[in-house]
Structures are given as C-alpha cells and as structure tokens.
C-alpha cells in the first residue's frame, strides 16, 4: 500500500477505535505513534549507534541489549512527540482555558444561580412562557459564565425542571428549554470551545469572540421567541403562573433582587467580556479576572468555603489536563497523517467534485453534524476541523466564519439522538416520570432553531463581520 492509502487506513482505525469505546486522547496518540513509526522508520539511524558500538570489539552481552534498545527507540517520532507536547503546554492561548472553567467551577457552587432564577421567574411573570424565558435567561447567562455544558444542564435541572414540572409545564417542553439554553455556552463569548479553534485553526482569538458575539445572541434570541410564541399559541404547555407560585412583589423588592442577583454575574461577564474585546487585556488575562471576580462574589454570597474551592481546582485540572492531552494527541496523529498524505489525498478528493463554495460548506457541515452523535465537540475541533482548514483557502472561505458556523453546528451535537448528551444529563438528574424519549421530543424544536440560525447567518454574513469590523477593521 501506499502512504496515503495508509493514512487513511489510520483515519478509519481510529474512528473504529473510537466507536468500541477507547479513550480518545490516548488512542490519538498511540496511533500517531503506531503510524509515526513506521512513516520515519529509517534503519539507518536506528542502527548506526550499535554498529558503531559493535565495530569497538569485545562489548558485553548488557552493553549490547542496551545499544539494540536504544536504536529500537531511535525514531524521530518520538521527538516529534516530545516537542508536540511541549508546544501544547507553551500555547498562550490555552492558558486561558483552565482560567475560564475555574470562573465558572466557582459560579457554579456559589448559588448564584438560585436567586438568579427566581429573580427573573418573578420579573418575567407576565409573558407568555414565562418560567420558561426565566430558565432559558438563566441557561444563557450561567452557560456564558461556565462553559461547560453539563454542569449547566445538570444544575438547571435540578432547580428549574421540578418548579416548572410543578407548574403544569409540560414535560418535553419544559425539558428541551433547560437541554437548549445549557449548550449556549460553548458558542456565546467567553466560550472554551472558540479557545479551542483559535489554538487549532491560528484565528485569533479576540475576533472570533468578536464574530460569534452576535450570532450567539441571534439563536438565544431565536430560542426565546419560539418558547413565548409556543406558550402563546398552545397555553396548556405553559400555564400562567398562580399568584401562590409567583407572588405579587413591589417593583422596588424586585429591583433590588435583579440588581443583587442577576446584576453581579452580567457584570462580571460584561467585564471579562469587554476587556478582551476593548483590547485591554489578552484572553488569559481577562480568564484571570474572571477568576477572581469568581471567587469575590462567591465570597460575598457567603459560599466559598475550603471544600467548594478545592472541588472547583480539582474539576479545573482534570478538564484542562483532558484538552491539553487531546491537542498533544491530535498534533500526533495529524503531522503522521499529513506526512503520510493524508491532507493531500483528501484535498485532491474534495477537489475532484468539483464543489462550489456553498456545497462545501454544506458538505462540511453535514459530516461535522453526523460526526457529533458520537463525538464531544472537543474532539471534533481538535481532530477533524483541522482536516477542513486546509480547502478553505481553495474555496475562499474565511476561517473565522467557518469556525462561528461550526460552533452554531454543534450545539446540535448535544441536542441530536442517540448521543444527545444534553438529554442524558437531564435524564440522569430529573424525576422519573420524565422519560428519555420526551426529552428528545422537547430538543427537536430547538435543533430547528439551530438550523435557522445557521441558515441566517450564511444568507447574512454581516451578523458575523458587523462587530469585528466595527472594532479591528476589515
């Protein structure tokens, strides 16, 4: 076989590999390794030390095995490895990442949550829906917070799904709200996941923030008006809420609790936000602030304590320890894969059908929808996104907007069966009467959503470039 037949070989090894349940970062890795051996095998190098060594003479039977060793070992894989990971840990812009989840470890045990929806519940009283605009408000402003979409779907559920279950909301409604509004998080700045491309695609960072400020809020937006129109149209999904579940409050009481929940959290996202975006402080800078801001509002709602704060430092290190070895395995197995002819073979097939701009994208997009049924959006940025990057210059796409279509694409990942994990992390937290396929039921008319969004987004591309334009220029 050839080399690029072998590297795609390797390609579909690994998507096996992946489907019978390996860890992926690992198997990224011993696969480049696997492969890397064999495309810089050079017998050569390998054996010209034990040569050398033999020429001397009278050499012991330990010296010997030890020289054999070592030219097994003498590959220039292995210095690829090492420098692959030493690049990864020295990446500036993934410093930010363990910055940003810590923030929103720390948001996420410091009951701001708590008060924050029961604030808007109160505010909201007289729309259509209105627990459920409440729960998406809540879903958006804590997912931008976080970032992390579990910890966001888990925590609504188990404070929102039983008020709403309670006030006659209907079960999948009530569940495709919470499933929706928790994955807004990895596409609404500061998201970890447009950290993730910048590092892979060489973006920089301030102006995907930038271009997927405003389709974020579009499909937030979008979300809301499907949840009041559907409560509009169809009253029994969404009941109005009785005086005894939402009680009757002067405007001054509910000004108070909108400026001492709902007010701290924005402002520390406006802030960390808007020093990255003014250009006054780099991401990882700003992830410091945010950081901190973390830990000032924990404490000043009386919530930081010692075991809370070494959860948060626990949980940072094990998603940031996964990402890190996630990029050291991908950077691997893509330098094997392109030394091998992999990146040719597949730009020379993409080429060969003669595909114009939007059918590329649309090609695109759609591998990238069926591959986040059983991938995590992380694998799928590092690893298979990079595959892409490389035609986008053939068919004159701007990587900042393929990357924010991207982002839009795989909140779908989290909200399509069968691996819609949106929908099991809901399952495992709700009551038992909310049954899995309700779940899925509720997330379809949020994937339609999606698919508006992206649709909007392609026909008016302004909604990306208006605000990186405006503040960095064309």
């Known amino acids: 076989m050839s080399d690029p037949v072998i590297a795609i070989c390797m390609l579909g090894l690994f998507l096996f590999m992946v489907l019978l349940g390996f860890p992926i970062a690992f198997t990224l890795m011993a696969m480049g390794i696997a492969f890397g051996y064999y495309a810089y095998f050079d017998a050569d190098r390998m054996w010209r030390g034990y040569e050398r060594l033999m020429s001397k003479g009278d050499v012991d039977v330990l010296t010997q095995a030890q020289a054999w060793i070592d030219g097994l070992f003498n590959n220039r894989i292995f210095d690829l490895f090492v420098n692959q990971t030493y690049s990864v840990m020295d990446n500036e812009v993934l410093t930010a990442i363990p910055l940003f989840l810590f923030m929103g470890y720390i948001v996420e045990r410091a009951n701001i949550v708590n008060r924050l929806f029961s604030t808007l519940n109160i505010a909201a009283k007289n729309v259509p829906g209105s627990m459920g605009v409440a729960a998406l ?28 279950l309670k006030a006659r909301y209907d079960r999948s409604f009530a569940s495709g709200i919470i499933c929706a509004g928790g994955t807004l998080g990895i596409l609404i700045p500061p998201s970890i996941m447009l950290i993730v491309y910048a590092a892979s695609s060489g973006v ?54 909108i400026l001492t929940s709902f007010m701290p959290l924005a402002l520390l996202i406006l802030a960390v936000l808007g020093s990255i975006l003014g250009g006054l402080a780099t991401p990882s800078e700003a992830a410091s602030i945010g950081a901190l ?58 080429q060969s ?43 004159g796409i701007d990587p900042l907007f393929f990357g924010i279509l991207v982002a839009l694409n795989l909140q779908t990942s989290f909200l399509t069966p069968p691996m819609a994990m949106s929908a099991y992390y809901l399952k495992g937290i709700a009551p038992p009467e909310v049954k ?20 909007l987004m392609y026909t008016v591309p302004e909604i990306v470039y208006y605000l990186p334009e405006l503040l960095y220029g064309s």
């Open 293 to 350: 801001g973390g830990l000032v509002l924990a404490a000043a709602y009386r919530a930081l304590t010692w075991q809370r704060l070494r959860e948060s430092v626990y949980l940072t290190m094990r998603t940031t320890a996964m990402v890190c070895w996630l990029f050291v395995g991908s950077y691997t197995f893509s330098s094997v894969f392109s030394y091998l002819g992999g990146e040719h073979i597949v730009a020379e097939f993409v």
């Open 204 to 257: 920089s960072i301030v102006r995907l923030y930038a271009g997927a400020l405003l389709p974020g809020l579009t499909l937030a937006g979008l979300y809301l008006i499907y949840v009041v129109v559907r409560a509009t149209l169809q009253p029994n999904v969404a009941p109005k809420p009785t005086k005894d579940e939402v009680p009757d409050l002067p405007a001054l009481k509910v000004l108070w609790m």
């Open 436 to 455: 899995l396929t309700e779940i899925f039921k509720g997330c379809m008319p949020f994937l339609a959503m999606v698919f508006v969004a992206m649709i």
């Open 353 to 395: 059908m003669d595909l114009s701009p939007l059918m590329f994208l649309l090609l695109a997009q759609l591998i990238i929808f069926l591959l986040g049924w059983p991938l995590e959006w992380s694998e799928i940025i590092i690893i298979f996104v990079p595959i892409f990057l490389p035609l986008l210059p053939i068919f």
């Open 137 to 164: 408000i809540t879903c958006a402003l804590f997912a931008t917070a976080t970032g992390i979409v579990g910890a966001v779907v888990t925590l609504m559920g188990l404070l929102a799904l039983p008020s709403m």
